[in-house]
């Protein structure tokens, strides 16, 4: 029977072949095997809500596979996306370890597999594992990293135009594929969540990136951009 | 923080614009805030400068870069006058070792320092 979306369901996380890669899920087999006994796997399709900026922690997520979208929004309810969480990120941890409310929400982009943990049993779990706290603490030192690096992009940049020259720079160092044409990207995100990333309106993106295509900076063709010249966006970037 | 750091921590005061520690350097130990404020500044290539978060009592300034062993990525300098106690990095790490029920002390920290963060990019997203 095939597996829905086409996934490549681990339903047990002792047998996951990937485990090595990941900071948090990179534990002993004991403390992994322990964990395989709280968790509950789900397959999710792309535009689920994991949960909602303000809600009660229920637990936190494991994304196994596929990426999310984790957003939070201004007063003027404005949307920011704060991050695109990769597989091995635990979501909502720091709500369910401080006991308070979902900072951000968090939303599937594409089909993914997440083990959810109810939030009791994950704190007893840590109480009684020091190795997965350490691994806890490690994953949200990255996040805080990561946090701080959109931090500097959003208050430092003088221009929008430099936010998303900065924005694909750092995709092209994350995920870029080096061509003899130029570094090849695969973006899944809408012109509105790149402008959710950046801070700024989907009209401004669509202008921004047609000004780079008119100087032959990059090329899109549909999900697929092409960065013809690194340098012209690395000139565009004071940051 | 926790007691268990009591010993090894050295508490003194600071004055108002006392630089804690600067932007790419090696984590010397972590900082305890205990009462006063600290700004993070961030510094652009072309030398342009802007504090971008206010550290508030409570905080621990450089737990991240010391649990990461990473390069500090901005400036904390102190806003007021300030009572900060200092882990040296060593001492702290080996406190860790000797009692890794720490770990969760210092995921709750991070925890706080994460959504702290998040705060903040809300505030300069709106911020035009």
Request: net charge negative; glycine share 6%; hydrophobic share 40%.
């Amino acid at each position: 029977m095939p597996s829905p979306y086409n996934l490549d369901i681990h339903n047990t996380c002792t047998e996951c072949t990937v485990r090595a890669e990941r900071v948090f899920c990179n534990m002993t087999q004991a403390s992994v095997a322990a964990m395989d006994g709280i968790k509950f796997t789900g397959i999710y399709p792309k535009g689920s809500l994991l949960f909602v900026e303000g809600e009660q922690p229920r637990g936190v997520f494991i994304l196994c596979s596929g990426r999310a979208k984790l957003t939070t929004s201004s007063s003027e309810g404005k949307l920011l996306i704060v991050k695109i969480a990769e597989p091995g990120e635990v979501l909502g941890a720091s709500a369910a370890i401080l006991g308070k409310p979902y900072e951000v929400s968090a939303e599937t982009l594409e089909p993914s597999q997440l083990n959810f943990i109810k939030r009791e049993d994950f704190l007893r779990f840590l109480n009684v594992n020091a190795e997965a706290c350490m691994h806890t603490a490690q994953q949200l030192s990255e996040k805080y990293h990561s946090a701080q690096r959109e931090i500097r992009s959003l208050g430092l940049a003088q221009t929008t135009g430099e936010k998303l020259a900065k924005l694909i720079l750092d995709w092209c160092d994350h995920d870029g594929e080096s061509t003899p044409k130029g570094i090849r990207l695969k973006v899944l995100l809408t012109h509105e969540e790149i402008a959710q990333m950046i801070g700024t309106t989907r009209e401004t993106v669509t202008r921004l990136l047609s000004d780079l295509k008119r100087r032959k900076i990059l090329d899109v063709k549909g999900s697929t951009v092409m960065v013809l010249e690194k340098i012209g966006l690395e000139n565009m970037v004071s940051i | 923080m926790d007691n268990q750091f009591a010993e090894i921590e050295q508490v003194e005061r600071w004055e108002a614009g006392e630089v804690i520690f600067r932007e790419g350097e090696q984590p010397q130990g972590v900082f305890v805030l205990y009462s006063g404020t600290a700004d993070m500044v961030f510094s652009a290539r072309n030398g342009f400068k802007r504090s971008l978060r206010t550290a508030l009592p409570g905080e621990i300034l450089g737990l991240s870069d010391a649990v990461s062993n990473t390069p500090h990525d901005c400036t904390a300098t102190t806003h007021t006058n300030a009572k900060i106690g200092f882990v040296p990095l060593d001492a702290f790490r080996r406190q860790l070792e000797q009692t890794p029920e720490l770990w969760l002390t210092i995921a709750k920290f991070l925890s706080a320092d994460v959504d702290a963060c998040w705060a903040s990019m809300r505030t300069l997203a709106t911020a035009r």
